[in-house]
C-alpha cells in the first residue's frame, strides 16, 4: 500500500470513528436518500461531541453549519423516521429479560419564540412564556442504566376551548393522548427491534387515566403507573382505591435510603408494604368497565423529620403480584422513573436545547431529537461508571475518543495502546469538565461529563488529524 492509499485509509478510519456513536444512534434512519442518513450521523456525532442547542456552536465551519441548516430545514426529512431509528437502536442494546421504560413530559421555554405565534404558550395557559411540550420515553437496563430513547412526542400547546369541561373533551382533544402515543410507539419500535426483553412502562399520576389503564389490560408488556384517583374498587370490597389497599394485611418491611432533596432529610426510612388484585372501576354509569389489576402500596412508618411527610406511593400495575419480593419489584421499577427527569435536565442543562433559534417548530423537532439522544448518552456515561466501574470504557465511548483522553492524562497508556476503565474515562472526562473530586459533592454528574466532552472533542480531532496525516 502506497502512501496516498495509507492517507485515504486513515481518513475512513477516521470518518468512520468520528461518526461511531452517531451513527449506532441513527444509522438505521430511512430518509429517502443514503446521503441524508449520513448527514444524519455525522450531525448527531458532532453534537454528542460538543453538545450546545444552538446549531452555530456545535457546527463552527460555514459549509458544516451551511449543511446542518438544510438538513433540519428539508421538509423530506420527516420526525417520525428520524426518530423511530433511535427507538429501534435503544432496544436492541437490552440484553435482560425486562428493559424499564420510564415515560415523562416537559416543556421547552424558547426565549427565541417569545413572538413567534407558530409557538405556544409554556406552563399556563395567560403564560407569557412561548415554546413546546415534549412527551419523552427511554429505556433503561435492570440496573437503571439508560439504553436510549425509545419514544417521544413534541406539540404546541394552545389555549384550551372554555366551555367545556376536560372530562367530557374526547381523548383526542387532551393533552394525555400523547401519553399512549408515546407508548404506542415505543411499543413498535420494540417489536421490530426484536428484542426478547419485555417492556415495563413506568408512568406517574399524570398516566393514570382511564385509556391508559385499559391499555395496559391489552398490551403485551408491563406497565406501572402511580396512583391519582382514589376510584371505586368492585373488589375485594365495594369500596374505594384506598381503603381497600391499606385494609390488606403487611406483606412485609424493607429499608429505604431516602437521599436530600430540596424539601426532603437524607434518611434510612422503615417502609411497610401491602398489595392486593383489584377490580377497578373506569367511568360512571352506562360508560363505565372494569379492569383487573394490582395495586401496591408502600409507605414510610419510622418517625419522619420535622415538617415532612412520610414518603408513600400507591402504585397500579398489570404484573402479578402475590409476595414481598413481587412488590418490591413493582416499587424498584418505579423507583427508576425519576432517571427520565434527569435525561430532561441533561437535556435544558447540558446540552442546552432552550437556547435554539430555530424558527419553525418541525425545524426544532428534528435537531432537538438529535440533543435528546445526546442527552441520554451523557446520563449513560454518568450511570455506567457508577453501575459497572471495572467494565471497559470501549462498552460506550469511541476508539478516537479513549486515545484522546489516553494522551492527556495518561501518555504512557497511550503508547501501549492501554483501554481504561469506564469509571477510570468519566472521571477523566468530568476533570475535563471541572469535577474536583470529593469536594463537587459526590461522583461525576452530567453537567461536568457534558463539558468535559466539549474539551474533549478538539484533542480528538488534532489527533485524528495527525493520524490521517500519516505521521
Given at each position: 500500500?502506497?502512501?496516498?492509499?495509507?492517507?485515504?485509509?486513515?481518513?475512513?478510519?477516521?470518518?468512520?470513528?468520528?461518526?461511531?456513536?452517531?451513527?449506532?444512534?441513527?444509522?438505521?434512519?430511512?430518509?429517502?436518500?443514503?446521503?441524508?442518513?449520513?448527514?444524519?450521523?455525522?450531525?448527531?456525532?458532532?453534537?454528542?461531541?460538543?453538545?450546545?442547542?444552538?446549531?452555530?456552536?456545535?457546527?463552527?465551519?460555514?459549509?458544516?453549519?451551511?449543511?446542518?441548516?438544510?438538513?433540519?430545514?428539508?421538509?423530506?426529512?420527516?420526525?417520525?423516521?428520524?426518530?423511530?431509528?433511535?427507538?429501534?437502536?435503544?432496544?436492541?442494546?437490552?440484553?435482560?429479560?425486562?428493559?424499564?421504560?420510564?415515560?415523562?413530559?416537559?416543556?421547552?421555554?424558547?426565549?427565541?419564540?417569545?413572538?413567534?405565534?407558530?409557538?405556544?404558550?409554556?406552563?399556563?395557559?395567560?403564560?407569557?412564556?412561548?415554546?413546546?411540550?415534549?412527551?419523552?420515553?427511554?429505556?433503561?437496563?435492570?440496573?437503571?442504566?439508560?439504553?436510549?430513547?425509545?419514544?417521544?412526542?413534541?406539540?404546541?400547546?394552545?389555549?384550551?376551548?372554555?366551555?367545556?369541561?376536560?372530562?367530557?373533551?374526547?381523548?383526542?382533544?387532551?393533552?394525555?393522548?400523547?401519553?399512549?402515543?408515546?407508548?404506542?410507539?415505543?411499543?413498535?419500535?420494540?417489536?421490530?427491534?426484536?428484542?426478547?426483553?419485555?417492556?415495563?412502562?413506568q408512568l406517574d399520576r399524570g398516566g393514570d387515566f382511564r385509556e391508559a389503564l385499559l391499555w395496559a389490560c391489552a398490551v403485551p408488556a408491563y406497565l406501572t403507573v402511580r396512583a391519582a384517583q382514589d376510584r371505586r374498587v368492585m373488589s375485594p370490597d365495594d369500596t374505594?382505591?384506598?381503603?381497600?389497599?391499606?385494609?390488606?394485611?403487611?406483606?412485609?418491611?424493607?429499608?429505604?435510603?431516602?437521599?436530600?432533596?430540596?424539601?426532603?432529610?437524607?434518611?434510612?426510612?422503615?417502609?411497610?408494604?401491602?398489595?392486593?388484585?383489584?377490580?377497578?372501576?373506569?367511568?360512571?354509569?352506562?360508560?363505565?368497565?372494569?379492569?383487573?389489576?394490582?395495586?401496591?402500596?408502600?409507605?414510610?412508618?419510622?418517625?419522619?423529620?420535622?415538617?415532612?411527610?412520610?414518603?408513600?406511593?400507591?402504585?397500579?400495575?398489570?404484573?402479578?403480584?402475590?409476595?414481598?419480593?413481587?412488590?418490591?419489584?413493582?416499587?424498584?421499577?418505579?423507583?427508576?422513573?425519576?432517571?427520565?427527569?434527569?435525561?430532561?435536565?441533561?437535556?435544558?442543562?447540558?446540552?442546552?436545547?432552550?437556547?435554539?433559534?430555530?424558527?419553525?417548530?418541525?425545524?426544532?423537532?428534528?435537531?432537538?431529537?438529535?440533543?435528546?439522544?445526546?442527552?441520554?448518552?451523557?446520563?449513560?456515561?454518568?450511570?455506567?461508571?457508577?453501575?459497572?466501574?471495572?467494565?471497559?470504557?470501549?462498552?460506550?465511548?469511541?476508539?478516537?475518543?479513549?486515545?484522546?483522553?489516553?494522551?492527556?492524562?495518561?501518555?504512557?497508556?497511550?503508547?501501549?495502546?492501554?483501554?481504561?476503565?469506564?469509571?477510570?474515562?468519566?472521571?477523566?472526562?468530568?476533570?475535563?469538565?471541572?469535577?474536583?473530586?470529593?469536594?463537587?459533592?459526590?461522583?461525576?454528574?452530567?453537567?461536568?461529563?457534558?463539558?468535559?466532552?466539549?474539551?474533549?472533542?478538539?484533542?480528538?480531532?488534532?489527533?485524528?488529524?495527525?493520524?490521517?496525516?500519516?505521521?
Amino acid at each position: 500500500m502506497n502512501e496516498t492509499e495509507l492517507r485515504c485509509a486513515a481518513k475512513r478510519t477516521q470518518k468512520a470513528d468520528c461518526v461511531a456513536w452517531g451513527a449506532k444512534e441513527f444509522g438505521g434512519a430511512i430518509l429517502g436518500d443514503a446521503r441524508r442518513t449520513e448527514r444524519l450521523t455525522e450531525m448527531a456525532a458532532a453534537a454528542s461531541a460538543n453538545p450546545h442547542g444552538a446549531i452555530t456552536a456545535v457546527f463552527t465551519g460555514s459549509a458544516e453549519r451551511e449543511g446542518a441548516y438544510r438538513f433540519v430545514e428539508n421538509d423530506a426529512v420527516l420526525l417520525d423516521d428520524v426518530g423511530h431509528a433511535a427507538h429501534v437502536a435503544c432496544f436492541r442494546r437490552g440484553e435482560s429479560s425486562v428493559v424499564f421504560v420510564p415515560v415523562d413530559g416537559s416543556s421547552l421555554s424558547l426565549p427565541a419564540a417569545k413572538d413567534n405565534p407558530r409557538f405556544g404558550p409554556v406552563g399556563t395557559d395567560d403564560s407569557t412564556t412561548r415554546g413546546v411540550e415534549v412527551m419523552s420515553a427511554i429505556a433503561l437496563d435492570e440496573d437503571g442504566t439508560p439504553l436510549g430513547v425509545c419514544g417521544q412526542r413534541y406539540w404546541v400547546r394552545k389555549k384550551a376551548s372554555k366551555g367545556r369541561k376536560a372530562s367530557r373533551r374526547r381523548l383526542e382533544e387532551k393533552e394525555t393522548r400523547h401519553w399512549l402515543d408515546v407508548l404506542e410507539q415505543a411499543l413498535e419500535s420494540h417489536k421490530e427491534s426484536g428484542s426478547s426483553a419485555v417492556p415495563w412502562f413506568q408512568l406517574d399520576r399524570g398516566g393514570d387515566f382511564r385509556e391508559a389503564l385499559l391499555w395496559a389490560c391489552a398490551v403485551p408488556a408491563y406497565l406501572t403507573v402511580r396512583a391519582a384517583q382514589d376510584r371505586r374498587v368492585m373488589s375485594p370490597d365495594d369500596t374505594k382505591l384506598w381503603d381497600a389497599v391499606e385494609s390488606c394485611p403487611v406483606l412485609g418491611e424493607y429499608e429505604l435510603t431516602v437521599p436530600k432533596g430540596p424539601r426532603r432529610t437524607a434518611r434510612n426510612a422503615q417502609m411497610e408494604v401491602r398489595a392486593t388484585p383489584v377490580v377497578l372501576v373506569l367511568g360512571e354509569g352506562k360508560e363505565s368497565v372494569q379492569v383487573e389489576l394490582y395495586a401496591v402500596h408502600t409507605k414510610e412508618v419510622s418517625p419522619t423529620p420535622g415538617g415532612e411527610e412520610p414518603v408513600e406511593w400507591l402504585l397500579l400495575t398489570n404484573r402479578e403480584v402475590r409476595t414481598l419480593d413481587e412488590a418490591r419489584r413493582v416499587i424498584y421499577g418505579y423507583s427508576l422513573r425519576w432517571r427520565i427527569e434527569e435525561v430532561h435536565k441533561t437535556w435544558k442543562s447540558t446540552c442546552n436545547i432552550e437556547v435554539s433559534a430555530l424558527e419553525e417548530p418541525a425545524h426544532l423537532y428534528i435537531w432537538a431529537t438529535m440533543l435528546f439522544a445526546v442527552a441520554v448518552r451523557i446520563e449513560r456515561l454518568k450511570r455506567l461508571a457508577r453501575a459497572t466501574p471495572a467494565s471497559p470504557a470501549t462498552v460506550e465511548l469511541r476508539d478516537d475518543e479513549i486515545r484522546a483522553l489516553l494522551a492527556l492524562r495518561d501518555p504512557k497508556a497511550y503508547a501501549r495502546h492501554n483501554v481504561p476503565t469506564i469509571a477510570k474515562a468519566v472521571l477523566w472526562i468530568a476533570e475535563l469538565g471541572g469535577y474536583i473530586g470529593k469536594s463537587s459533592g459526590g461522583p461525576p454528574g452530567a453537567i461536568t461529563i457534558g463539558r468535559g466532552l466539549k474539551k474533549l472533542a478538539p484533542v480528538v480531532q488534532a489527533l485524528n488529524n495527525v493520524s490521517q496525516s500519516g505521521k
